[in-house]
């Protein structure tokens, strides 16, 4: 799949160590890394953890974007929120480094995904080679978003269950999470919130390109909330006891986002022991929709070989 000629960067971010950085180790592997070389497409791993950090500069073919004292100083002093999200100061690094190397386009990852599945006929399937299907969902999302005016682009997670029909994959307006591209924006800042990634969207909504997101198509999934560990788990685990989780977003934008806190649920992951749980509701502004501008053709081209690809190699 050919891209324009404009300078992308795909980045993981989190505070893992190497070892239980799962996206790395599973998906972006040597080749893969060096097939994205190959592409023009640079690499970067950012982390806020000097002892992951240490790890990370063992690898000869990865660049590190580790977070100083003094972006850490400068983060907090704009918090949000009761406690400190870290997860959106790599996001921030990640953004500000974009915005001085002058990138166009930048892939977020967290650093925890552990599986692709493909949807087709309201199912999920098992995909082969899932390095190699990583490869062509990050040229897929670029392609995307040099043809849309959308802000972000994303797919969807695997957590939610797929449509029951025949629905052919397609773009709609929604909220894109830990897989997304990002159109560089010199204005845009991530948050110090425990939602930053929904003011993404937000912002994106009211600037008029507003995200997409790919339906009927590939998902990814992430280590269960119960075994995933690490990261900001232990922060949102205790703000979920006093419902303190997005507190900002409901308070600035009650009107697209409310959060509540559900006792005793069973996850529809890997963890057998009922846990709290945090729940929001997301209600898209109507006029969101009319702001999407994209060739309806060019992007159904895309789409579609993007699906044949996938449905005549890896299923």
């Not at 040597?30 to 497409?41: A, G, M, Q, W």
């Not at 909330?225 to 997005?246: P, V």
């Not at 600035?252 to 509540?260: D, L, R």
């Not at 992007?299 to 690809?309: A, D, F, M, T």
Request: hydrophobic share 35%; charged share 25%.
């Amino acid at each position: 799949m050919s891209l324009n000629h404009n300078k992308k960067l795909v980045a993981i971010l989190g505070g893992r160590l190497y070892q239980n950085s799962l996206t790395l180790q599973k998906f972006l592997i040597p080749s893969i890394r060096k097939k994205l070389y190959e592409e023009n497409i640079d690499f970067v791993i950012a982390t806020n953890n000097k002892k992951a950090a240490s790890q990370f500069k063992q690898l000869s073919d990865v660049k590190l974007i580790e977070c100083t004292d003094d972006f850490h100083e400068q983060f907090i002093n704009r918090q949000r929120e009761e406690k400190p999200n870290l997860g959106a100061e790599t996001r921030e690094i990640i953004n500000q480094y974009a915005i001085e190397k002058k990138y166009e386009f930048v892939l977020y990852l967290d650093d925890n995904i552990q599986k692709i599945l493909y949807t087709k006929n309201g199912k999920r399937y098992c995909i082969k080679k899932q390095p190699i299907v990583f490869f062509h969902t990050i040229m897929l999302l670029f392609s995307l978003a040099e043809n849309t005016n959308s802000g972000a682009i994303g797919i969807e997670m695997g957590a939610f269950a797929p449509k029951k029909n025949n629905e052919e994959p397609k773009l709609t307006v929604g909220f894109a999470y830990s897989f997304f591209v990002h159109k560089v924006d010199k204005n845009f800042i991530f948050e110090n919130a425990t939602e930053e990634d929904i003011l993404m969207n937000i912002y994106n909504g009211y600037n008029k390109k507003p995200s997409l997101l790919l339906r009927n198509s590939i998902v990814y999934c992430k280590t269960g909330k119960k075994t995933a560990g690490g990261g900001n788990r232990k922060l949102y685990n205790e703000m979920l006891k006093e419902n303190k989780r997005g507190a900002y977003v409901n308070k600035i934008f009650p009107h697209i986002y409310t959060m509540k806190v559900s006792y005793n649920v069973i996850s529809s992951t890997n963890q057998k022991k009922p846990m709290l749980q945090h729940k929001h509701t997301l209600k898209k502004p109507k006029e969101w929709d009319n702001y999407v501008q994209y060739d309806r053709l060019k992007v159904y081209n895309i789409l579609s070989r993007y699906k044949q690809i996938i449905e005549t190699n890896f299923l």
